[in-house]
């Protein structure tokens, strides 16, 4: 299985800190997604990253991909408390299916 | 937001029981996916369609089927209920498959699904 997994399954800092989620795969990988949550809502897309690209960035996130270490990292800057939400990276490779992680909450205390 | 509703979005009901969630989209997008998302596995792929009458198995299909008749529409239907389908159910669509080129996968709100 190429399911990722969010490290570390949870998360609290206050307000204004960085948050940093990691996600570890297990085969090789056309691209790695992040979503969001918030609580008894539908995934929310954040950013996509190819196999082929190290660092992306969209506002506030920072994500970078190792394919050698078959993992991900994404960065949120100066935290808000509407970062409050669970977060999942998902992994596509070829013509697989785009397999989510368990998921990983984040919690930014005011 | 992606013009995605789910209904119902609560339902209850009993073993045996059969029960259809609907998915209605006005993003005319190709592909449509029925998800569920419990504790502990994250979201796992129940099946999916690529065009009307087009639709094809997921990871776990066992005690589902689905129908597309209509673009914007995509059916889950359990057909005899299982304490083991309990669960949150989610709609997704995407412009192309799986949304590969641009990440751009749109979820629905969920349908939460208690069977007693």
């Known amino acids: 299985s190429q399911q990722g997994e969010e490290d570390p399954q949870a998360l609290s800092i206050q307000e204004g800190e960085n948050a940093t989620m990691n996600c570890s795969y297990k085969t090789s990988i056309n691209n790695l997604q992040w979503y969001r949550q918030n609580s008894g809502r539908g995934l929310v897309h954040l950013i996509l990253i190819r196999s082929n690209e190290r660092e992306k960035h969209s506002g506030r996130l920072r994500v970078t991909l190792d394919t050698s270490k078959k993992s991900s990292s994404l960065l949120i800057t100066a935290s808000r408390a509407a970062d409050t939400a669970s977060y999942f990276c998902a992994t596509q490779g070829g013509s697989e299916k785009l397999v989510f992680g368990k998921g990983m909450k984040l919690t930014v205390n005011p | 937001d992606a013009g995605i509703t789910q209904s119902p979005r609560h339902k209850v009901t009993e073993t045996g029981t059969p029960v259809t969630l609907r998915c209605h989209q006005t993003e005319n997008h190709r592909y449509m996916y029925w998800y569920r998302q419990d504790p502990g596995h994250g979201l796992r792929l129940i099946h999916y369609?690529?065009?009307?009458?087009?639709?094809d198995k997921g990871e776990v299909s066992d005690g589902y089927s689905v129908s597309r008749s209509k673009t914007e529409d995509f059916l889950l239907t359990l057909e005899s209920a299982t304490s083991s389908q309990t669960s949150v159910y989610f709609c997704a669509i995407s412009e192309s498959w799986l949304a590969a080129n641009t990440g751009e996968l749109f979820f629905g709100e969920g349908s939460r699904l208690t069977v007693l």
């Open positions: 369609s690529y065009g009307v009458k087009d639709t």
